[in-house]
């Protein structure tokens, strides 16, 4: 495989003919649109169906029980991890179901491609928002404690999950001991009965970081007490931030170092966004709000705008601007080149393996790249 920007006066038909390539397996490939318009700086990938395979890593994708049925099935081949997002709880620890919809297609799914099933427990209150109180609840009192370990066995013997994947945010410092606590008890429960056990952690580069994000997330006892953990190494680009790269890999790199710090290396995945965003300008605080977009549909708008698309070289990703209805904007989303530049940190640092939030749009060059660049474990 290798990855071709194109240039100004560039078409499908001479990219192939330049690189000896097939235009119809790029198309397809880079899931381009007829009549095929490219943008100047956009990547595609060149599939020359070359394994290049270095080593096997462990792959999980986040989902809502909502998915695209093929958008799933076309993406549970290159997962290890199918986490179905998500379960919630009440302040007396009893287990709810997901309100997105009946969780049990995609299990089924999952484990007909031989990729596990994982619940994920998420502390959302009635706003659909992470409430710190509900954590504060069951995480200091062990009886709403053991309530809840005890309905999250149940529901994941008669359901068919194989793990449960705990992703908490915004946990209050105060409760920093006891959350890691928890952590380990439901570990252990669920050891014990042959289930494993992930935590999400937010990206923190150093022990003492400050914020709400950070400073109720213990990595080295999360690290010990959890079978392995997801780096929320995304994020930094956000719906209400200023515009700038979603996962900009000299930060992702320092949080990967720290990590390493606190936790093995065959503990820890990378946190990796299937997503962008588009910013309308000028950027306000508190007033502008950025669009998600996805990898695909940002190349898209890039053609329709007449965009080139440019590349950051520090953060290793791609964006362009463009003014529609009389407003500018600017998009920051990834590519074929932001993803491999992920992939060679989790073969630098010879890390566990790769979590996805999330797939629920399909972008098949990703899915391409890596497959061709790791051995995928199921």
Known sequence: MEIYVVKPGDSVDSIAQQLDANAEQIIFDNQLEYPYPLAVGQALLINRFVRNASRAITVSGYAYPFIDREVLVQTLPYLSELRVFSYGFTMEGELLPPSY???????????????????????????GNFNNQLINSVVNNAAYTERLIRELLETMDAKGYEGVDIDFEYILAQDRDAFSAFVRQVAEAMRASGYHTSVALAPKTSAGQAGLLYEGKDYRALGEAADHVLLMTYEWGYTYGPPMAVAPVNQVRRVVEYALTEIPAEKVDLGIPNYGYDWPLPFERGVTKATTVGNVEAVRIAVEQGAEIMFDSLAESPYFTYTANGTAHEVWFEDVRSLQAKFRLIREYNLHGCGYWQIMKWFRANWLLLHNQFYILK
């Not at 999952?110 to 994982?118: C, E, K, S």
Request: aromatic share 8%.
């Open 101 to 127: 919809g009946d969780d049990s297609r995609m299990i089924a799914q999952a484990l007909q491609f031989g990729t596990q099933p994982i619940l994920t427990l998420t502390p959302f209150g009635e706003d």
